[in-house]
């Protein structure tokens, strides 16, 4: 089976930097996948990564280590419409999306 | 601009109802996914296609089934409503099987009283 962990909840100060963590038991793996969801919205793509190292994207960042089962998201510059819930997703052998539980950002003035 | 739809947003209906939750998607994509969302379990798969007349089983099936008959649509139907099948359901499609990320609709909210 799957099993994908993060943090249920962070806080942070606006202009920050903070990092949310994911780590991860598949059964093989196609692909690391980070997904934004504000309240009451649907998920969208943020970003993906397969092979080992740090994906950059602007403010985000997405870092990802294969032999360890880690993954983390980077957020820089935290402004207040990042407050929401950050997903991370990964794809098994059979490349099916599973998702962690959610890790719900908090961003305070 | 390509897109994906569900229908309806919000629904409530009667335990033993059966009941119909539409996925539309203009990307022609072949991977369409439905998943559930509820507190403190995130994003669990109900069904998955991978093509027009594919269809397999999530990880939380029961009570749900699925077909599809062209690339474009997946309706989820609940077989007969369950209260524990109140939740917020969504759909997605994917591009790649390998590297697409997901494209989700707006979300389905149902009630079953």
């Known amino acids: 089976g799957q099993n994908i962990d993060q943090p249920t909840e962070m806080t942070a100060t606006e202009g920050a930097i903070v990092q949310i963590n994911c780590t991860y038991q598949t059964s093989g793996f196609n692909g690391l996948f980070w997904y934004q969801q504000h309240a009451g919205e649907a998920p969208t793509f943020l970003s993906y990564n397969v092979l080992d190292g740090l994906e950059e994207k602007g403010r985000f960042s997405s870092f990802l280590s294969r032999s360890k089962g880690y993954s983390y998201l980077l957020l820089k510059e935290l402004q207040m419409k990042d407050s929401a819930s950050y997903l991370c997703?990964?794809?098994?052998?059979?490349?099916?999306?599973?998702f962690g539980r959610g890790t719900s950002l908090i961003v305070h003035p | 601009d390509a897109e994906i739809t569900q229908s309806p947003r919000h629904k409530i209906t009667e335990t033993g109802r059966q009941v119909t939750l539409a996925c539309h998607q203009t990307?022609?994509?072949?991977?369409m996914f439905w998943y559930r969302q509820d507190l403190g379990h995130g994003l669990r798969l109900i069904h998955y296609s991978y093509g027009v007349h594919d269809t397999n089983k999530g990880e939380v099936s029961d009570g749900y089934s699925v077909s599809r008959s062209n690339t474009e649509d997946l309706p989820l139907t609940l077989e007969s409503a369950a209260s524990s099948q109140t939740s917020v359901y969504f759909c997605?499609?994917?591009?790649?099987?390998?590297?697409?990320?997901?494209?989700f609709g707006e979300g389905s909210r149902l009630t079953v009283l």
């Open positions: 990307w022609n994509h072949n991977n």
């Open positions: 997703a990964v794809k098994d052998g059979s490349y099916i999306p599973t």
């Open positions: 997605a499609s994917s591009g790649a099987r390998t590297t697409g990320e997901l494209f």
